[in-house]
């Protein structure tokens, strides 16, 4: 039986959109119809031969009952910006959806939340938790019991190890390894690489193996405010 596509908007106008845009139309049940931008970074007026519409009309063009959103951006500012949009999306009424490639396993149980893009090849164990606006590039493994918190960004063959807690706006960086039961405090930069053995503190930078918190803090790296 066919089912209609579930339209959506894009909000990003960069690489990380195009690439939503890619696996969304080739490799979904969704449809995109728009991609839409802050004005202040509306500089044309198409994208891979979709409208782009300013983010602040952005209900008036594609109202919220019939469209979905999936906000399409990066780890910028240690994911701030992704956020804010994410959050003002959601505002305005939109549903945000959430992208997981059917080449990704994700065991029965597992809980992923709204505007999450999981890339071929993940490996979600047993129990795992994934909250919102997360984004998983290819290759990595969550181990069993895991949690990943909200607004995270993990690049590519990453290893969560079981009974891991990943907290809110961090970064893993490619082929970084967190141990069984260690917990990564919010905020936190995890380098390429990395072996992680013992829970980290908010808001620093890891590397090494093991890995010992730099000199320079995450924020600075960045260029966030502290809350």
């Not at 505007?115 to 069993?144: A, M, R, T």
Request: glycine share 8%.
């Amino acid at each position: 039986m066919h089912t209609q596509a579930q339209k959506i908007v894009i909000v990003g106008g960069g690489e990380t959109a195009e690439i939503a845009y890619e696996y969304f139309t080739h490799a979904s049940r969704y449809e995109v119809r728009a991609f839409s931008v802050e004005r202040a970074f509306l500089t044309k007026t198409e994208l891979l031969g979709l409208p782009m519409v300013p983010f602040e009309e952005l209900e008036n063009w594609y109202p919220p009952h019939e469209y979905g959103v999936f906000v399409a951006l990066s780890y910028t500012q240690l994911n701030r910006p992704r956020t804010r949009l994410y959050k003002q999306a959601k505002e305005k009424g939109f549903s945000l959806v959430s992208y997981v490639s059917p080449q990704a396993f994700v065991w029965r149980n597992v809980e992923i939340g709204e505007n999450c893009f999981l890339f071929e090849h993940n490996v979600l164990q047993y129990h795992v938790k994934v909250g919102n606006n997360v984004i998983l590039w290819s290759g990595n493994h969550i181990g069993h019991r895991s949690v990943i918190h909200d607004n995270c960004y993990l690049s590519s063959h990453v290893v969560v190890s079981g009974y891991c807690d990943i907290g809110e706006n961090c970064f893993l960086g490619v082929n970084s390894c967190i141990a069984d039961h260690v917990t990564v405090a919010p905020d936190c930069i995890i380098g390429a690489g990395a072996v992680v053995l013992e829970d980290t503190e908010p808001g620093k930078v890891y590397r090494g193996n093991p890995a010992t918190p730099s000199h320079i803090d995450s924020f600075t790296i960045f260029r966030v405010k502290r809350a």
